[in-house]
Structure formats: structure tokens, C-alpha cells
């Protein structure tokens, strides 16, 4: 059964509890709960955390605290019965733990460790507090550290201050603003000052001034180590004051045995003293500790003769020191002991004993010797603050150790009453004895005993130190052989009192001899009486005493006998007349010399203070007595403050009329006296006095009498100091008076009392005199701080008159009366009603001069004085503010007006508050609330204003408390007064408008800081309240007829500043907090949102008003993320559209700002998605019931597209998002604003924004395109324009020009001349136009230079990549759409992808080509899809040109590129197991951009795409004739290089190819095409299979002539590959053979012969970079890292159609650094494995095999010029230049064997690596039986080219002659023929999505095979379908010839070339000529022009030519032609075309 509980109300969770259990509640450790009700063990109740939820927990995980209950029910609430700090501390605790483990996350390291310190510190306190064992002090002092911790934690952590009294937290509620300000004020010094300590803070005024604490030091000798000494020793602690240079504490004593050991074995662990009264001001002095070790024993320790073993002496051994300062930091904040160790020097020179403590503090190391050891005292010490009996009760332990109270030589700083001390230090200074006869120095000893008058030995009156008890006797120590001994020993002598008098001192001197004896010899004495004749002690001084003469007979029993001698020189000339037949004689030339000090608070050493308390004794001096007690000093007159008050007073009624002006003059001395800060803490002795101990009945009519004559005199010039003091001496003047009256009143039952009131009243009179005295003078005040009675601040002071002609002014007495004058109403009202005091004093500040102008000091004294009578007594009781009041508003309100004196002001308004708050009767309240609001508001809210236009923060926060409080007081009464007072509607406006102004003054300043949270939500409500009582008054009367705009509009700014406050966005806090706020205030947005809104109704037709200029703010108020501030708001925006088409028929206005406005507040970071739906929502709804819905509902639309890219752009900048990101939204929204909603300016604004993220990523190029946007905008006209964004005021065409200037910058930055060109040319146009010739030749200059440039400097090709973003979690402006991206510089597809997938790391990369399906695009999350296109080129023409240098070819290729392709591989029909490439098709797809690139972006969406599809067969030939390509340009440049070197490359090409063929390669498409079944099935075909058959033809024509190559330049070592090779080609040609019969010739080189020939090979048009890719599969080389080849060339694999899309090969080729050729990657690599071959998942990458070794490589190839080569093709035919070679030679060797200059993006490959890929092969023609050559990579050297030869085989033979190989060695083998393309209609092919590189080009992407592959790879094949192929006009590239031609317009006509080995002539020719410097790649070597063919013959002849005359022909024509040229770009047909073929066929049919 489940009961209520009744005690069992609130726990905390002590086990975490996980509610297995029905309607269990899981619980956290550390957990509070409520309990409801119990059963059976359970309880059922509700977390703390989670109020709503209710549910059962264990009982037993409960542990109960007590607590209140409140409304008990079903309501019912409790809050914990424990300490407020305590619950805090819990509450803080729990707040700090999330935020500590996220310091941690955001690596606060440093902060993170602190606070881990401060919360454990917090717990161990808090678990102190709970104890319940502490003491209250001990509490309070817990406290204190408890809240500072909490502070500097909430400080440290951006946490909000919690304002606290007593340590407590304070309810905002029960206090007055002005007091919560400054408990803010002090809790922000209390964490500025958290590490010092923190005494409590002293109040303004009223508050007791707190003591300065004392400081004691606790110090314990723990042992003595220093053992070697043997005897017993007694060790004196004391501390010394260096600077000053004397001991100022007494000496704690310890007597140690020869151990070490205390001599008193009750001692151990007791040998500890505490040093007291230190000041704070002693605490800065350079203090030590002191330790003097004095042994006792034999005279010299380590000499057994010296002395007598029975006779010890007292010996100085050592010394030890130790600086307080340096320990200081390290004690002052433990709570325990710490441990030192005092080092013990010993004194090398007895004599300087007395100093040596000074010379090891100075370290003079000659004087002293170090010990031998680091051991000495270990003393223990602890530095204690606090008054001794406050130290007592929180030490108990230390004085339960028998601690020594050592104390301070003379008093402390304070005197405190009671302390009663009779203590006199005597100091043996030194002594001069002779030398007596003999032969050394003495060794004195002194002793000296207290003997009383009687001649008694006084008893235990001599102290060596505290710690031991008092002696009879003391002896001195000796110092070894010194007749001047200097002993500087301090002795203690507590006399009593009452034997003082009379006593004496008598100092005897003894020689201690060290013979045997051993006696101690007296050889004179010395003595001093403590008391002089007069009655005064000896003075604090040196006195040098007289020595007599005596020996040990000598009898001291009569000591009258000496005492009548003089004892000094002093005392000598007060007795001259000395008989000299005494018994003792004075030794003149000896002397002795002691100092005293006394400190004693009932003897005194002044003359004039013992005649004063002895005045009966002189009564005729009393007068002359009276005035010398000013010259007494204070320390003397406190000691006897009730003698010398009874002495006054008994005087004063002894004559009144003849001392009564003296008396009284003496008591304002003495008055004036305690008010010294020494003695201020007297001031209760006095007080005590006047109560307990005062008797002067008849006194008060003396003491008025003389204070109204002092008063009455204040106009006079004479003795005005004398006045000063008796005013300021006026509250305890009134002490006595007002105690002397009770006292009469009591003696004689009030008789007289109307004569007192008369009195008094007069005495007033008086008063008021003296205040209205004209003061009005030029001379300032000097304005002394002193501290006044009742301890007022600082303010509170003195003035000190300033002496002109030796008179004052009467104001110094005004200002010493008003500031003693508020102290005299508490005795007041002793004697007078409340009223009565209030009326006296409010005639007296009523007399006060009400001027602001009497000088500054004076306002000072004056306000201070009202501030003090705020502050006293009188003002807390309602019936003296009533009269009070108005005169204290009075002078503040002039003040205020005047801005004078505003800080104390401020302070008097603050304590008003603070008073009028804590008053408890209602109606008094609102009387004097109504006082203030007439008096004050008005003032106050001008002064505001004032204070706020400087900025003076401190003044502001007082005053806007001040406000805050009265407005917080005022009810709806006061309101309606206060409206109702204005006497027009002119100054109800200037009202309105002056506290509006200040609300929002207030709000935006930030007048209180950021973490004062209970300050600015208290300062909200209180504006939000008043706003309330405001508005229906603004309504009222400025609605209708008499409609104010300012007011309104006031009005709205001020709402709309609140509602924004950051303060009150309570999304932004915790949970927590937000509850304790919405519960304490509710959500005052909301507030002001209702507020507002019917405000904005009551406007009517006035709204009108408001448009557009409150479109802004109130859009800022609806996008608080509050729904229902939103909910409020937004349809405003409706009425607003419906005000405006209203009046103009539309609201164009309303659209304009607000799309304005909405861009700067949501790039502010205000908005989110709900706000747009939302915002959508409620108007749609709205304006569907209006006229003007379409335009409406476009215009609500449009605002919602706009909001949805501006939260996309505002999420991409605020984030730590890539470049890329933030330049697709920029663009994206600045694509909206032009065509759109056509916002020009926004337009432009972004245009800036989008140009400085390009400048930042440095996209120089893009950035210029951005500008030129806004440049386009502009015209060259004078059509003037303001000043925008950076650009100053300015003509259009000036901007425009300056746009031109920094765009062409731009581009020149970014390497795109061609770009900038036109812009310089438009710039020139303007600047010759206007003459301005100077602008012109620099425009022009900088056109020149960048043609240069473009002809000059090197530049990287881009790549390109396609990008698809797939799927709902894009961004808007990238959501399912696809783009096309221009790649970085040196950026390969692997490097994109991960940086695209670095941007996007949620996306998913999507491993297939395909276009993804609806469920992909739909999905919640993000698909990336990437793969590299090819651009294609739109200027076709001047890629067709073929006199156009490459670098000018190479901008074309890649620039202004709207079109892209790529190829995806893909089986149609069944496919063949056999051979795949029967079924084998290409699907080729363009797409289309919405701009070229590069434009304004680095990447554009696609806007369309095209697909079409190639056959296999067409595919075939491609493959074939890029290989065939590959070979010829490889033969080419190892022939043209002319040198022997490296030949590794054309090695493994050969025998890639050869290899392949024999195992496969080629022979598959013989399978797939040439059988009859496919011929007959295709019939359309029969011409296209001819084509491949001329192709195959070519292969083996071009293989034949490698092979003579490659024999030329083997190396010996590879003679076994060079034959292998060879017997593999006659394998090849064998196979060939039975399908191609006209290959029946077997050429010498495959019938084995070696014969070295040399051949000069006519090179076709080189082959593209891609296709350098050739090494062989099983090298050592590429073993480092290949992936395995498919052992088949057809391999199964090829159905695999979904390829990766990233294929990194890893394959190598071996370089030496000195090559003169180095290899790169070539841009576009892919062979048609990397389509099929590798699963879809798998990347392959590269090891780092060879990094290093091609580091010199790589650092090489950055200075090589960067191509990509195009193949020569329909499209591009080649030329021929007139050495024999391609024009473009110069680009294909390097790029061929190099490829351009750019570093694969994967770090791990080597160069070789990058520059010969290879991947593996799944269906290209070249994967047959591969061997590994091991020598092949030890022979790495330069890589030989000879020109491959032309190809032509007449039409319809498929046999070529190698006949060429049979001949000697002047027989010249067959030219390879230059085949023609004119049966290839195709298009050229891009690049794979799979290619593993980018920015592959449309007319040059030959893809290579695998490493040892004999055709290429389909998937980068050069031709495609087209319906119309492009016009041919040769069969060569068009390539700039100027690298190698000296003359480059000229060639000559065709002629056969030679290629025979044996012809020096053609090696020494082709050194000889000459190159253009500017275009030839450094370490070409150009070569000497060989007369080449014009063109290549065309292979379509049905007969095969004669080839025995061709070496004849050669000659002749080579002699004949040598000098003829003609142009190379002349169209190939007719009569050239004929000449070239039949010179070709000539060649033939002679060979």
C-alpha cells in the first residue's frame, strides 16, 4: 500500500539505479529526488533533473536529507534544510563536470588540470562544511574559500557571476538594484583578488572600521644536528630587521644538551615559541630569523688546558639566519608546519660576534666559516594571522605544545585597551677596561643584578628569552682576550611595577683566567637606578655608565654607599660636589656603555604627562601644565587615557571660568588624538570611559558654552586651526555633553532641562552660522583623506586649511563641522525625539549653500556630509525621512543638473534605495517613491544620457542601478501621477523619447558584462515592466491627429533591441538555468513580442509610416528562434504588404528591404530551416485571402528559394568547410540575386566575396572571371558613383578602368594570358581615344609581354574530373546534380577523389560509372561519383593550324571548354568466352556545361549529356593505330637522339608488342574479325576490317625497323632479349602469315643476322604521352609493385563492366640521374584493364619502391616544359619538317619518353613509376608469355630514339619485303610507310572514367596496354564515329616545326630516307644544326636537317613498288633537293600528293 510520506521527503541517489522494474526511474549517482510516497522498502517520487517523470525506486539507494516543505499535496515543494553554500557548491559541482570533460575534448589542457584542482578542493571543503565540527570562525573561513573557488571556476569557464552577501547567494527580489550592483561589483573584485586574501569588504560608510590583521609566526625547533660541539648550548631565536638594523622582537630561548637534545627532558617536541604583532607593514620589511648559539663550557673548546674542567663559561659558538621574504610565499597559504634547515657559521673573530649575523646576511664570507655540512637547526615554521584570541581558539593545538609567546620589542601598530605591559630591555652595548698590567687582553665576564631600594636582590626579574623562566642573576658571555668587548646581548627585565621605583641595576666585571684555578677575578662595577628623581624611568636610550674600581674584598652590603656616586655623565652634573675619600674610586679611562627601551603602558619617561597627573602638586603651574600636554606623545597620553580624563574634568570643576577654555582645548586635543589610525582602536577605551567612568555632572554647559564660542569666532581670522579641531572633535564633544546632562538630569530629576534644550537650540543657531558664512572664494580646499569617526570611506575627509597672510577661510570650518556633524545624532537622540533631531538637522544641511559653484572640495564635504546622515540612524526611521527627504533631493537634483559630483551622488541614491526597499510600512514607501519620480527621474535619465555619449562606464552603471531601482519601486499609481503631471504633450514626448533612448542605450552599451546575468535579466524585466505602464500613454496621445513618427519609431527600435538581447536567448543555455529563468520571469520576448504587436495594431493607417524602415528590426525579431515570438511577428510582414499595395498598387518596397535585410541577418548567423518553413507557411496562409495572391504567393516563394541558399551559405562559412564548398554557394546565391530577383547591388556584393575566396586559394584565373562580371556591368562613360564596398567615390569609367587593371592582374597571376590580351586591347582602345599615351605604351608593353609569356613560360594542362552528388543530405545548390571540376595543378583522380571525399566526409564513394537510380537520389544521406573526362576542345581551328606552337595549342586544348567526354566499356550480346572482343563496345557520353571553364568557378553543373556507341571493331582499330603510333615516335627519338645510352623503353616495348602478338595480342582480333563468319555477318564492315588489315601490316613494317634499332644500341649483355625478341617475330609474322599472306618475306633481321646497321627512320606523327607505358610485366623493376597480369590477352575478366574508377598502376621503369630524358606520367593513362580487368572495390597504389633513387629525377623534371600531345589523326594530321622528323618532334620526344612535367598525385610512386604505368590487363592484346629479364634493370641509362621510318603498303597486299636485312652494308632497308588515315572516319576517344589520371584530351588519348601490351587499350583508342569526320589536310600533326627547322617556313620536297648503319655522314649531319634557343627542352640536342619526305604515299597502289633502286633514287634526290623548301601547312592533294607517292613507290620498286 502506497502512503504519503511525512519526514522522507528529499535524497540523493547513493547507487546508480537503472529502473529494471515496471514504472521503475532510472537514476544517476549523485542525484536528488523528491519522494511522494512509500511502501514495503520502495519509494515512488520524482528526479530533481526530470520533474515530469514519476516512477519507484529502492530505498536503500536513498540517502535522506532534511528538508522544508511548502503547499504540501499534490503541489507541494521542498528545498533542502542545509546550508545555502553547500547546495550551491552540489549544484556548481554538477554544472562543471559536463564542461570539464569538454575542456579536455578541446584540448584546454592547462584549464583542465587547474579546475580538475579546484573541484577537488571544492569537494574537500564541502565535505569539511558537512562535518559539523568546525567552529564558526572556522566556517566562515571555509566559506570564504568556497565562494572564491566558485567564482574564479564560473569566471574561468564564461559562467554567469553569482552575486553573494555573507557567502551567500542573495534573492535579486529582496534587495535593492543599486545594492545587487554592487554585490556584482564586489564578487568581480573578489575573483580578481581570489589569490590574495580577502578581508571582508568595509561598507560605504556606517560600518566599524576593521582592525589590520596582526601576522604571528610560529616557529619550532624540531633538532640541532650540529653535534660537534660537546657541551651543553643555549640557542636564542629572535628577528631582526636588516634595513633598519636592530633586533625587533625578544629572544626565544632553547637550552640544549652536549646531544643536541633538550636539557630539560619535559621539553622534547615543546621547543616552540610564536613571535606577535606583526604588522602587514612589518611583513614587507626584509626580515630574518636569527639563531645565536652559545655554548657552555670550557673557554676554548678544543684546548682542555684553557680553564679548569669544573668552571663553564657562557661561549659564542655560531650563528644561523633565514629571510623571512623567501619563505613567506611558500607558508603563507598551508595550514601546517614546514620544515627548514638553518646552516650554523661559526665567527672568525670573537670581537665581531656582535655583527655576525650581518655578515652572513651580507655574505661577507671573510668574517665567518661555513659548516662543514649542510645539517644545522631543523626549525619547522607556520605563519598565523588574526588577534591573539582568535589564534588561540583556531590553534589550540600549538598552546597545548607550551608555546613561548615571544613578543615585539616596544608596542604593535595597535595599542589595544587592557594590554598591560612593564617590560624593559636592556642591551649590553659594550665596554673599554685596561689592559691592567698585563701581558694579553682580559677575558670579561659581566654580571648584573636588580637590587630594590632596600638594597634586596630583586627575584626572577631578569629574562635571557622566552621558553625559560627568569633568573636572579646574569652572566654575560666572554669574548676570548678583548679589553673592548661589544656583546649586543638583549636581556628582558619584568620589573614589577610597585618596585620600579627605587630599584637599581649594578653590572660587575670580572677577568676569568684560564690557569689552573681558573678564578674569576672582580676588578670593577657599574650601576644605574630605573628611576629618575622626577618620577619619569630611564629614557629609550645609550647610556654610558661610569666604572669604579673594586676588587673581590670589596662589600657591596651597603649599597647606599655607592648609590650616592654618580652613575653617569649626566648624573654627574647633577651632583658636582662628590667627596673623593670614597670608598670606590671611578676609573676614568674605563667605560660601559647599555641602551634601554621600555615599553610599558603604566610608566611613563615625559616630565609634562606626570605633571599633569600630579597638578595638585604645581598649582600655580596648571595653566602652563595644561597647555604642554599637546607636545606629549600619543603612545603616553593612550596609556593614561582615564587618569589624564579624570585629571581634565577635575580641573575643569575645580576653576571653570579659569581653565575651562584650556580643559576644553585638551580634550579636543585628546579627541582629535584617537582619531590617528595608531590609536583609533582607543576610541572604545574612551567610549567605555564616557559610559562607565565619566563623572563630570556640570561639564556639559562648560563644554557648549566653549563650542558656541568657538563657533562664534569661525568669522574671524584668528586662531581658525584651534576651530577646526574643536569641530572636528564634535562627536564626542556631544558624548560628553549629552552624558554629562543625563548624568545632572539623573543627580537632580531633570532640573534645567529647558535651559539645555535653549542650549542646544542655540548651540544649533550657531551651527547654522557657521555653514552660511559666504564662502564663496576663489582659493580651493586642499582635501585630506583621514579616517573618521563611525570609519566613513574614502570621500570621507578632512580639510586642511590652506594658510593665505596667515589667515583661513571660514569654509575649512564648514567642511572639519559637515564632516563631524552626522556623527552627533545618535547622542542626539538620547535626548530628543526623532523628529526633533530630523528637523535639527534638516535646518542645518538646509543652511548649507545650495550653489554647485563654491568650489569643489567644498560640493565634496558637502555631499559626503548628506551621504553620512543617509547612512546614520536617524534617516532608517520613516517619520525623519519625511522631513529629510526633500532636502536631500534638493542638493542631489543640483548637482545632478549641473553634472558635478555625480560618484557620491550616486552613492546617496543607492543608499535612498536601499533603505526605502528594506522599509517595512507600505504607505511611507510610496510617499517617498512618489517624492523621488517628481524630484529625480527627469534628472536622472538626462544625467543617463550624458554619462552614456562618454562612455564613462562606472558612472553609468551606478546611475542606471539608481534608475532601475526607482522604477522598480514605482506602482501604477506613481505611473499615472507621473503621466498625468505633464503639462503638455511636448514633454510627455521628450519624456517618452529620453527614457526609450536610454532603454536602448542600455541594451546596446552593455553596461553591465556579459556574465552579470541576474543584473541584465533583473534590468529586462524592470523594461519590459515599464514599457507596459508606457505604451497605453504612447497610444493615447500620439495616434491619431497628433501622430509622431519619432516617438513611435522610438518605440519599435526599443522592442526590437529587447527582444534581441543575448541575454535573453535561453536556447543558448542550460536546461537548468533556463527552468530558474522562465520560472522567475517567463520568457519576456514573448512579453515584448504581445507588446509590439498590438502596438503595431493600434498604428491603423499610420503603418505606412513604418515601410520599409521597420522592415529590417522586425525581421531581425522573427528570426529569434522562438516559435511563438515568430509565430507573433511574421504576419506583420502580411500587413505590411497589404499597407503598401494599398497605397502604391504594389509592395515593392516590402520585397526589396526584406530581401535586403534577410541577407545580413541570416549571414549573421540568425535563421534556421524551420524559420523558412514557417515563415512560408503563415504568409502562403495569409495572402490567400487577398486580390494580390499571385504576386504575393511568387513573392513569399521567392524569399523562401533566396533563404534556402542563404542558410546553405551561411552553414558553408561558419563551418570548417573546404574552399570548394564556400565558392559553389557564393556562386549559386550570387546566380539568384542577377537572375532571379535581379538585386544588383547584392548581386555585386557577392561578385566581391566570391573574388576574395578565389584570391585566398589562390585561383588567380577564376577570380579574374568573378570581376569581370561586375567590370561587364560598368560602361566607359563619366556618370558619377558613390562610394561602394572598397571602391571610393568615382567616375563609372575610373572603376571600370581600375576593374580592367586588376582583372588583367588577375589573369596574368593566374597564367591565362590569352584571357587578359583582349582587356589590354579594349584598355588601349580607351586610353588612345583619349591621347593619354603614357597609360597606352603601358598597356601595350604589358600586351607585349604576355605574348612572350605565352611563348616562353611553362604551363601545367589541367585535368578534369566529373563529379556526381547524389542523395538529400547535400547542400541545396549541389543536391543530384552533376558537375565537371577543373583539377589543381598537378592534381591526379586519386588526389580529387580524396579531397572531394575529405570535403564531403559523410559521402560515400560510389565504385561504378553508372547513373544512379531514384533510390539513391532520394536516400537521406550523400553518394559521391567521380571519374576523370577529356576535355573536347570548341577551337578546332587552331589546333588544326599547322604552324601554331604547341604551348600556344596546349591553352586551346584546355581553355574555354564547355564539352567533355568519357567511355565506359560494356559487352552487347552474348558473349564470346574465347574472345571478348567480339562483344566489346564502347559507350561514349558528352557532357555539356552551363559555362565554359575556367570561368567564375573551378567546376560548372552539367546541363546536358549526349551518348553514343562505338563497335568492337572500330574499337580494334583504334587500339591497333595507337600503338603503332606509340612504336613509331618511340623508334623515332632513339634514332633521332643519335647517342647510345639506355634502351630499356624501346626494349620492352618491342617486346611487349612481339610478345603479345605471338602469344595472342593481335591475333585475337584476327580470330574476331577476320574470320569469315564475322565478314559474312558484317558485310558493312568489309572496309573497316581492310583498315585493320593495314594496320596489322604496319605493326609488323614498324617492329621490323625497332628491330634493327634495337640492334644498333643493345647493349651486349642484353643480346639474349635482342634474339629472343627476334625469334619471337618470326613467330609473330608466321601466325600473320596464314591470315595476311603478302608477309612472306622474312626480313634479315628475324633470320638472326646481327650485322649493326644504322637507319634513319622518317618519324610519323609522335605519340602522345599516355602512351608511354612500357615495362615489361615480369622486370625486376616492376615486381616492386605491379598487380599481377592476366596470363591470358583476352582475359575473362572483360565482362566485368564496372570497372574501379580509380586504377593507380604501379609498374616502374629504372632512369639514372644523368639521363638527359627523364620520365613522368603521363596525364592519361589507361589501358583497357584499368576498365575491366580488377574487381570494382579494388585501388591499387604503388609501394614507395624507388622513391629516392629518382628524387634528382623528379627536381629535374619541374624545369621541363608540360605538354600534352595530341595524336595525329583525321582530325590532327602530321607534317613533316625538312630534317626528316615530325614538326612536333621536339614535344614527342620529350613528352613521349618524359610526358609532361607533372608529379602523379600519389606520393608513393617513384618518377619511373609515375612515368610508365602499367596496369593490369584483362583484355588488351599484349598479355601473352612474358619473361623476366634480370639484367634489364642494372642497365638504366638514356633512352636512344631513332625516327621510325614511314609506313605504306599498297592496297590489297599484305606482304612486306624485309629484303633491306639481306643487303651489306651500303644496302639501305625499306622506309617504314606513313600510313593514311583516309578510311578512319572517327572521332578521337577520351578518356575512361576508370583512368586512374585526369584532364585527358579528345585528340590525344592513346591508352596504353598493361607493361608488355602490343596494342592499346581500348578504353583510351583515338577514334570514335562521327558523322562527319573533320577535314584532313595532311596526314602528319600540324606542330609547330620552329624547335628544329633554322628556316621554318621552308622544307624541302619528300625524299626516301637512308637508314644505314654505315654512313658516318648522316651521324655528323645530324649534330651540326643549329636550334632556336627559345623553344628547344633543355638537353636536346637539335639535329642537322635531313632532306625528309613531303608527304608519305598514301598505301592504297595494288602493286608492290621495286625497291632495288632505292638507294640510288635516295642519293640523287637527296643531292638535288637538299636546298629546295616549300610550305608545310599546303593542303595534300594533286600534283604534291602524286609526287610524294610515286617517290615512295620508286623507293620500293628499287629496293
Known sequence: MWTPTEEEKYGVVICSFRGPVPQGLILELGETVQILEKCEGWYRGVSIKKPNVKGIFPANYIHLKKAVVSNRGQYETVVPLEDSVITEVTATLQEWAVLWKQLYVKHKIDLFYKLRHVMNELIDLRRQLLSGHLTQDQVREVKRHLTVRLDWGNEHLGLDLVPRKDFEVVDSDQISVSDLYKMHLSSRHSVQQSTSQVDTIRSRHGEACRLPVPHHFFLSLKSFTYNTIGEDADVFFFLYDVREGKQISERFMVRLNKNGGPKNPEKIDRMCALFTDLSSKDMKKDLYIVAHVIRLGRMLLNDSRKGPSHLHYRRPYGCAVLSIMDVIPSISELKEEKDFVLKVYTCNNENEWYQIHENIIRKSSTKYTAPSSNYGLIVSLQLLRGEMEQVRREYPMIFNRGVAVTRKIGFPDVIMPGDIRNDLYLTLEKGDFERGGKSVQKNIEVTMYVLYADGEFLKDCISLGSGESSRSLYHSFVLYHSNSPRWGEVIKLPIPIDRFRGSHLRFEFRHCSTKDKGEKKLFGFAFTPLMRDDGTTLSDDIHELYVYKCDENST???????????????????????????????????????????????????????????????????????????????????????????????????????????????????????????YFHFRPVMDTYIQKHFAGALAYKELIRCLKWYMDRSAELIRQDHIQEAMRALEYLFKFIVQSRILYSRATCG???????????????????????????????????????????????????????????????????????????????????????????????????????????????????????????????????????????????????????????????????????????????????????????????????????????????????????????????????????FQSKDELKEFLLKIFCVFRNLMKMSVFPRDWMVMRLLTSNIIVTTVQYLSPALHKNFTETDFDFKVWNSYFSLSVLFINQPSLQLETVTPVKRKKILDKYGDMRIMMAYELFSMWQNLGEHKIHFIPGMIGPFLGVTLVPQPEVRNIMIPIFHDMMDWEQRKNGNFKQVEAELIDKLDSLVSEGKGDENYRELFSLLLLEKIEQETWRETGISFVTSVTRLMERLLDYRDCMKGDETENKKIGCTVNLMNFYKSEINKEEMYIRYIHKLCDMHLQAENYTEAAFTLLLYCELLQWEDRPLRDFLHYPSQTEWQRKEALSRKIIHYFNKGKSWEFGIPLCRELAIQYESLYDYQSLSWIRKMEATYYDNIMEQQRLEPEFFRVGFYGRKFPFFLRNKEYVCRGHDYERLEAFQQRMLSEFPQAIAMQHPNHPDDNILQCDAQYLQIYAVTPIPDNIDVLQMDRVPDRIKSFYRVNNIRKFRYDRPFHKGPKDKENEFKSLWIERTTLILTHSLPGISRWFEVERRELVEVSPLENAIQVVENKNQELRTLISQYQHKQMHGNINLLSMCLNGVIDAAVNGGIARYQEAFFDREYITTHPGDAEKITQLKELMHEQVHILGVGLAVHEKFVHPEMRPLHKKLIDQFQMMRSSLYHELPALDKLSPACSGTSTPRSSMLISHSPMSPESIKLVHRHSLLNMLGTVRHSSSSLSSHTSSETGNLVILTDSSIGETAEDMYHMQASPSTSSLSSTHSAPSQMINSAPPSTRDKYRHNRDLMMLLPTHRDRPSSAM????????????????????????????????????????????????????????????????????????????????????????????HLNDVPPALPARTLRKSPLHPIPASPTSPQSGLDGSNSTLSGSASSGVSSLSESNFGHSSEPPPRTDTMDSVPSQAWNTDEDLETPYLPVRYSLSEPDVLETLKSQPCRSHSAPSGVIPQDTMDPPALPPKPYHSRLPNIENEEGMMKEEEEKHRALHRKISQPIGGAKEEQARVAWEHGISEQ
Not at 654627574?572 to 670606590?584: A, D, M, Q, W
Not at 573618521?788 to 596667515?806: E, F, L, N, R, Y
Open 556 to 678: 657591596f652590603n651597603n649599597h647606599a654607599l655607592y648609590l650616592g656616586l654618580p652613575c653617569c655623565k649626566e648624573d654627574y652634573n647633577g651632583c658636582p660636589n662628590i667627596p673623593s675619600s670614597l670608598i670606590f674610586q671611578r676609573s676614568t679611562k674605563e667605560s660601559f656603555s647599555v641602551s634601554t627601551q621600555l615599553s610599558s603602558t603604566k610608566l611613563t619617561q615625559n616630565v609634562d604627562l606626570l605633571a599633569l597627573l600630579k597638578w595638585k602638586a604645581y598649582p600655580d603651574r596648571v595653566m602652563d601644565i595644561l597647555g604642554r600636554l599637546r607636545h606629549v606623545s600619543g603612545e603616553e597620553i593612550v596609556k593614561f587615557l582615564q587618569d589624564i580624563l579624570d585629571t581634565l574634568f577635575v580641573i575643569l570643576d575645580d576653576n571653570t571660568e579659569k581653565y575651562g577654555l584650556l580643559v576644553f582645548q585638551s580634550l579636543v586635543f585628546i579627541i582629535n588624538l584617537l582619531r590617528d589610525s595608531k
Open 751 to 981: 532640573m534645567e532641562e529647558e535651559q539645555f534644550r535653549a542650549s542646544i537650540q542655540e548651540l544649533f543657531q550657531s551651527i547654522r552660522f557657521v555653514l552660511s558664512l559666504d564662502s564663496r572664494s576663489s582659493e580651493t580646499l586642499i582635501f585630506t583623506q583621514a579616517p573618521q569617526p563611525g570609519g566613513q570611506v574614502s570621500g570621507a575627509g578632512t580639510c586642511a586649511p590652506q594658510k593665505c597672510g596667515g589667515a583661513s577661510r571660514p569654509s575649512f570650518n564648514s567642511a572639519a563641522l559637515l564632516n563631524s556633524f552626522p556623527a552627533i545624532f545618535d547622542e542626539l537622540l538620547q535626548m530628543f525625539t526623532v523628529q526633533e533631531v530630523a528637523e535639527f538637522v534638516r535646518g542645518t544641511l538646509g543652511s548649507m549653500p545650495s550653489t554647485v559653484h563654491i568650489g569643489q572640495s567644498m560640493d565634496v564635504v558637502k555631499l559626503q556630509s548628506i551621504a553620512r546622515t543617509v547612512d546614520s540612524r536617524l534617516f532608517s526611521f520613516s517619520e525623519s525621512r519625511r522631513i529629510l527627504l526633500p532636502v536631500v533631493l534638493h542638493h542631489i537634483h543640483l548637482h545632478l543638473r549641473q553634472q558635478k559630483e555625480l560618484l557620491i551622488c550616486s552613492g546617496i541614491l543607492s543608499s535612498i534605495f536601499s533603505i526605502i526597499k528594506t522599509s517595512s510600512l507600505e504607505t511611507d514607501v510610496i510617499e517617498e517613491v512618489e517624492m523621488m519620480v517628481e524630484s529625480l527621474l527627469d534628472v536622472l535619465l538626462q544625467t543617463l544620457l550624458t554619462i552614456m555619449s562618454k562612455s564613462q562606464s562606472q558612472e553609468a552603471g551606478e546611475y542606471v542601478s539608481c534608475l532601475l531601482s526607482l522604477l522598480r519601486q514605482m506602482s501604477d499609481t506613481h505611473f499615472q501621477h507621473l503621466l498625468e503631471n
Open 1772 to 1863: 590532327y594530321p602530321a607534317a613533316i619538317t625538312e630534317n626528316g622528323q615530325h614538326q612536333n618532334f621536339q614535344r614527342a620526344l620529350l613528352q613521349q619518353v618524359i610526358g609532361p612535367c607533372k608529379p602523379c598525385s600519389d606520393p608513393n610512386l617513384s618518377v619511373a613509376e609515375k612515368a610508365v604505368p602499367a596496369a593490369p590487363s584483362s583484355w588488351s592484346l599484349d598479355s601473352g608469355t612474358r619473361e623476366a629479364l634480370p639484367f634489364l634493370s642494372a642497365h638504366v641509362g638514356s633512352i636512344l630514339a631513332p625516327p621510325v621510318p614511314p609506313r605504306s603498303l599498297p592496297h590489297g597486299h599484305y606482304s612486306l619485303h624485309f629484303d633491306a636485312f639481306h643487303h
